[in-house]
């Protein structure tokens, strides 16, 4: 009997270190001690996602909308845009299409957005609807797409795969299709 009653003891102690293990993992070096509560910190705003390291993770399996502060220069924003926009235009426009029907599913989609990202879609189609359009054609996956057009960095790319869990790249990418107007 006593030895049952150790044996849970042991297996309680060795349970609660190995969550403490855990917990301890997620801290990255240099991450202010709030970035260890966990998704509901990190993706509150762009800017504590990217403060906890988390920036990458949030896009892909926390915000279905961009938040309001997301930066709109920020290439795994920018790449998120593309990828998410061009997976609901693969929906919409059926096997034969043309310019004109992409570029008017393009601005349907465009027109969900938000906090002006809208307007930055817009301007992202009337730049590219054509390589989109050359794309769907060629039956590319969105991502492949998207990297044909500058809004995602490729595997190869240097700065693709970054250290460390889920954080964003430092280099800009090359492409400025969702600046500001005129650019």
Same mark, same amino acid.
Request: hydrophobic share 35%.
């Given at each position: ?5 150790? $044996? $849970?003891?042991m297996i309680t102690v060795l349970l609660l270190l190995s969550l403490l +293990? ?13 970035? &260890? ?19 990458? @993770?949030? &896009? ?33 426009v059926p096997n034969t299409h043309n310019t004109s029907s992409v570029a ?8 969900? @957005?938000? @906090? ?16 989109i359009e050359d794309g769907l054609a060629q039956d590319l996956e969105p ?12 595997? $190869?790319?240097? $700065? ?14 090359? +492409? ?8």
């Open positions: 009997m006593r030895r049952d009653y150790l $044996g $849970g003891k +293990a855990g917990v301890t993992a997620l801290a990255l070096p240099g991450e202010p001690p709030e970035c &260890l509560q966990g998704p509901e910190f990190w993706c509150r705003a762009v800017a504590t996602a990217a403060q906890c390291g988390r920036l990458q @993770f949030c &896009l892909e399996h926390d915000w279905d909308e961009l938040p309001e502060d997301a930066g709109e220069r920020h290439p795994l924003v920018k790449c998120w845009v593309c990828n998410k926009v061009i997976s609901k235009l693969k929906k919409m008017r599913a393009i601005k349907k989609i465009c027109a969900t @957005f938000r @906090f002006g990202w809208a307007d930055r879609c817009h301007r992202a189609v009337d730049r590219y609807v054509q390589p991502r492949d797409i998207c990297v044909s057009i500058g809004m995602c960095k490729s595997q $190869g790319h240097p $700065g693709w795969k970054v250290p460390g869990p889920c954080r964003a790249p430092a280099a800009e990418s090359p +492409a400025d299709a969702m600046g500001p107007a005129g650019a």
